[in-house]
């Protein structure tokens, strides 16, 4: 049963790209990409600046209203 599946899924799969393939145009293929891989890298770079920034204001904020610390 559990090969059948598999088997299904890929024939599907294999059915889908045949055909798209076709109507695929290099041109467009290649912008996709680009954009897919600058998308990619905007996303993680603006993850870790926004990482930076919690962590920051995080401290910032937390450390004046915390009446548990001690001030050395």
């Not at 059948?4 to 799969?13: E, Q, V, Y």
């Not at 145009?25 to 603006?46: K, P």
């Amino acid at each position: 049963m559990n090969s059948n599946s598999a088997s299904l899924k890929l024939g599907t799969l294999g059915g889908t790209v045949a055909a798209a393939l076709p109507s695929l145009q290099r041109d467009t293929l290649l912008e996709a990409i680009i954009l897919a891989g600058v998308g990619a890298c905007v996303s993680f770079v603006i993850s870790m600046v926004l990482k930076v920034l919690f962590k920051y204001l995080q401290k910032r904020f937390l450390k004046r209203s915390d009446p548990n610390q001690e001030s050395h």
